[in-house]
């Protein structure tokens, strides 16, 4: 080991940030200690009764154990040791009050910063004024002060010894500064990190926030998805008959503006979910239902893909979520027909008394490469929503055909 690796633990910041940690330590112990030399003081004194100073005694214990237990204080103390000994702790679960567990690591941990800081603190109230006395009086500054002074072997005539203790001494706190910090930071992940119950806590967050943003980007795939389908299919037949019918160009174009108005609705409602405005979630717009299947339908038949639509039960009565991800079943049939297949589309919604059934049939343009042309995201979406349900999926090639037969139970979804 270099001289120079030997001094870095002296000059490091972090053994300096570290001192400050454990001086903190000992700043919250003060009042222990004042209470302390307190008590000491009356059970010498023999004119109080000793009754009255045990009873005392007891609320004063039970009153100072009471912060060590607090959620508050843990929550501290975590924000102390990631700022001051660098320590990446995870913040207490929120609304989750800590166990028992969890509160007796971190009693046991602020105990120990406060006895520990308690000392370091009497070692640099003593030793360090001790140490730079020593070095002074090399120099002639206060050396009267040592000089009829005995410390041990060793008395004020010994100079380059006491100089040499000083230095000692001011070294040695200094390691023993740097010690302690890094045994803190061993322990403090032991100590104040997440019980067992906080970390299946932190999970479970972590699940629903994920399953929270699959669910707004499979949201954003179909319904922007759609759009675009619908936009690209009327320019292409706008252009091919741009001189001949301009009657036709014109609600081609206004079908594309109102495609184009409704993916940003949906654009605009799904980045208002992510983003996070002073913590609060902004308020959701109204989400497409089967009760706009009628207008779903319009608008793939102006785009120019004809679409049978057989119904059978009234929408009204599903539950929202069922009728909000039936929706986007049907949105996504719609436009993979649009996009990859040839010829009308058989649409057909049947409202049993326990489930929503519905089934898409089209006819595919390259029957040897369907898979190909559909799979991604889109029937990935699909089987989610169905899976969410607790439903049955089918979909792929049939023959010549293309089929999505989906059935929702809305039973338990009620």
Same mark, same amino acid.
């Given at each position: 080991?270099?001289?120079?690796?030997a001094?870095?633990?002296?000059v490091?910041?972090s053994?300096?940030r570290?001192?400050?940690?454990?001086?903190?330590?000992?700043?919250?112990?003060?009042?222990?200690?004042?209470?302390?030399?307190?008590?000491?003081?009356?059970?010498?004194?023999?004119?109080?009764?000793?009754?009255?100073?045990?009873?005392?005694?007891?609320?004063?214990?039970?009153?100072?154990?009471?912060?060590?237990l607090?959620?508050?204080?843990r929550?501290?103390?975590i924000?102390?040791?990631?700022?001051?000994?660098g320590?990446?702790?995870?913040?207490?679960?929120?609304?989750?009050?800590?166990?028992?567990?969890?509160?007796?690591?971190?009693?046991?941990?602020?105990?120990?910063?406060?006895i520990?800081?308690?000392?370091?603190?009497?070692?640099?109230?003593?030793?360090?004024?001790?140490?730079?006395?020593?070095i002074?009086?090399q120099?002639?500054?206060?050396?009267?002060?040592?000089?009829?002074?005995?410390?041990?072997?060793?008395?004020?005539r010994?100079?380059?010894?006491?100089?040499?203790?000083?230095?000692a001494?001011?070294?040695g706190?200094?390691?023993?500064?740097?010690?302690?910090?890094?045994?803190a930071?061993s322990m403090?992940?032991?100590?104040?990190?997440?019980?067992?119950?906080?970390?299946?806590a932190?999970?479970?967050?972590?699940?629903?926030?994920?399953?929270?943003?699959?669910?707004?980007?499979?949201?954003?795939?179909?319904?922007?998805?759609?759009?675009?389908?619908?936009?690209?299919?009327?320019?292409?037949?706008?252009?091919?008959?741009?001189?001949?019918?301009?009657?036709?160009?014109r609600?081609?174009? *206004?079908?594309?503006?109102?495609?184009?108005?409704?993916?940003?609705?949906e654009?605009?409602?799904v980045?208002?979910?992510?983003?996070?405005?002073?913590?609060?979630?902004?308020?959701a717009?109204?989400?497409?239902?089967l009760a706009?299947?009628?207008?779903?339908?319009?608008? *793939?038949?102006?785009?120019?893909?004809?679409?049978?639509?057989?119904?059978?039960?009234?929408?009204?009565?599903?539950?929202?979520?069922?009728?909000?991800?039936?929706?986007?079943?049907?949105q996504?049939?719609?436009?993979?027909?649009?996009?990859?297949?040839?010829?009308p589309?058989t649409?057909?919604?049947?409202?049993r008394?326990d489930?929503?059934?519905?089934e898409l049939?089209?006819?595919?343009?390259?029957?040897?490469?369907?898979?190909t042309?559909r799979?991604?995201?889109?029937?990935?979406?699909?089987?989610?929503?169905?899976?969410?349900?607790?439903?049955?999926?089918?979909?792929?090639?049939d023959?010549?055909?293309?089929?999505?037969?989906?059935?929702?139970?809305?039973?338990?979804?009620r």
């Open positions: 080991m270099t001289f120079r690796a001094l870095a633990p002296l490091a910041g053994t300096w570290r001192g400050v940690f454990l001086l903190l330590g000992g700043v919250l112990a003060l009042p222990y200690g004042v209470l302390a030399v307190t008590f000491a003081q009356l059970l010498t004194d023999s004119t109080i009764p000793r009754p009255l100073v045990y009873a005392l005694l007891l609320i004063a214990a039970l009153i100072a154990v009471v912060p060590l607090l959620d508050g204080s929550a501290l103390e924000a102390a040791v990631r700022a001051l000994l320590v990446d702790l995870p913040d207490p679960a929120p609304g989750r009050r800590g166990d028992r567990e969890s509160r007796l690591r971190s009693a046991l941990w602020i105990a120990t910063h406060l520990v800081g308690a000392l370091v603190m009497i070692a640099l109230f003593s030793a360090l004024p001790m140490a730079l006395a020593f002074a009086q120099f002639g500054v206060g050396a009267e002060l040592t000089s009829q002074e005995r410390f041990g072997p060793l008395d004020g010994d100079s380059g010894w006491l100089t040499l203790t000083g230095v001494l001011l070294v706190l200094g390691y023993a500064v740097a010690g302690l910090g890094a045994l930071v403090a992940p032991v100590l104040l990190g997440p019980a067992q119950a906080e970390r299946i932190a999970l479970e967050a972590r699940a629903t926030r994920l399953a929270e943003r699959n669910r707004l980007a499979r949201e954003l795939h179909d319904s922007v998805g759609h759009a675009l389908t619908v936009a690209t299919l009327q320019a292409g037949a706008a252009r091919e008959v741009l001189d001949s019918d301009p009657e036709f160009v609600r081609a174009l *206004t079908a594309i503006e109102e495609a184009g108005r409704t993916a940003m609705d654009l605009d409602h980045l208002g979910l992510l983003r996070e405005t002073g913590g609060d979630r902004p308020s717009a109204p989400q497409r239902t706009d299947l009628d207008r779903l339908v319009a608008d *793939t038949r102006a785009a120019g893909l004809t679409v049978h639509a057989q119904r059978v039960g009234d929408p009204a009565r599903l539950p929202a979520i069922v009728s909000r991800e039936g929706y986007r079943i049907v996504e049939g719609l436009t993979n027909a649009a996009r990859y297949g040839h010829g589309v649409l057909r919604l049947d409202l008394p489930a929503l059934e519905l049939v089209n006819t595919m343009s390259r029957p040897d490469r369907a898979d042309g799979s991604g995201r889109g029937l990935d979406g699909m089987r989610e929503r169905v899976l969410l349900l607790g439903g049955r999926l089918t979909v792929g090639p023959g010549d055909r293309w089929l999505i037969r989906a059935r929702l139970p809305y039973e338990d979804a």
